[in-house]
């Protein structure tokens, strides 16, 4: 999906992956990250956030929640990390890094209430009145206030199977009065989710009705007298949908995969944020007129269509794999020496998968520190 635009905008991290890679400091199945640009990716963000009004919560899972990076990027400006479950939060938690949302996808459970709420994040997002219950007798015995976010979703807004949840219009009056009865939590504000997306006809980012809803229900939040502070408006939130989340009304955004230049939008290299991340593989062995290489970082939604092969870097076809089968190796069309280093790129969720990640500086050709999928240190080299 982004092979070209990697191409185009960051060549050095091909190079580097595939020294590091003929050197074995780096295995097939790793997803290389440029940890430089990610940073620069990063800085345009917040400064293009700073100029629209906007504050911004990184997002760590596309990247595998990963400590360095996160500790990293907050050093550019962000307010905050979202852990969008509580896995999630409770690595950050480890790592002292600070959480600033939680709950919208996942809601924290009822053992990890008094954990989360000791860690005192900015905002925690609600789906029903049962878990405000939880949250405000934990938040009274730990003898604080608590800020919440209401999770808004009406008929005709864009859900996605598994994560079916919030609370409609003509609901939110009842379920706002029943919230001011609980003495231990604040409400600040809403959340939705999608908001935006790439439109593929259009090759561009739009609004979709999720937004419209957002903002609906913090007019209304406002009109009853509520102090809405946080609209935040995830998904899809880079340089270029920035200024219509501001335009809309909105006040915080969650970028994830713009922090790695992985944006529909930037199929072609075109954009302000830069590739920073391949995925590295090698050829296993042959079949026929197919090579198959390493799989584990397949990532099904991930428009994976082409590769690049050996230090010519020949280009071929990706042929997907079958949504039943698990990606122990992904089949290539050709035939390839068994050996060969294999580069692809394309958007992904490194936290869903088995691989690596090694965090590279490529104007130095090294090797800064390896991870696995879910953030935890491999060491600088393998056993």
Partial sequence: MFLSALQRQNPR?????????QQ???????????????????RQLVNC???????????GKQFGRNPLLCRELLKCGFDGIVAVDFKEARHY??????????????QPPTALLTQILAQK???????????????????????????????????GDIVYPGQESGIGLAQLPAFVAALQQMTHLTLVGVTHFPCCLFDQQQKRISATPNLSSLIQAAQQLRQSGI??????????????????????????????????????????????????????????????????????????????????????????????????????????????????????????QIFTTRSDVALVEPLQNRLTALYDSLGNPLGEQYA
């Fill in 93 to 106: 938690f480890r790592h002292h890094l600070p959480v600033a949302h939680i709950g919208h996808l996942v």
């Fill in 227 to 348: 102090d809405v502070r946080q609209i935040n408006a995830p998904s899809l939130t880079c340089s270029e949908s920035i200024p219509l989340l501001a335009q809309a009304g909105a006040t915080h955004g969650e970028p994830g995969h713009a922090l790695t230049g992985t944006i529909p939008s930037n199929q072609h290299g075109d954009q302000a944020e830069k590739i920073a991340m391949l995925y590295l593989s090698e050829i296993s062995h042959t079949v026929g007129n197919y090579s198959y290489c390493f799989g584990g970082g397949y990532y099904r939604r991930g428009h994976l269509t082409h590769a690049l092969v050996g230090r010519q870097l020949i280009k071929t076809e990706v042929l997907a794999a079958d949504s039943d089968s698990i990606d122990y190796t992904l089949r290539l069309q050709g035939r390839f020496a068994v050996g060969e280093a294999v580069i692809m790129c394309f958007r992904t």
């Fill in 49 to 59: 956030a700073r100029r629209q009004g906007l504050k911004l919560y990184l997002m």
């Fill in 13 to 21: 991290l091909i190079q580097t992956a595939l020294a590091l890679w």
């Fill in 24 to 42: 074995g400091a780096i295995l097939p199945d790793s997803y290389v990250i440029d940890l430089p640009q990610v940073l620069q990716n990063g």
């Fill in 121 to 155: 994040p900015q905002v925690i997002t609600l789906y029903s009145l049962e878990k405000a219950q939880q949250i405000n007798q934990v938040a009274a015995r730990l003898g604080i206030r608590q800020a919440v976010l209401i999770k808004i979703c009406q008929d």
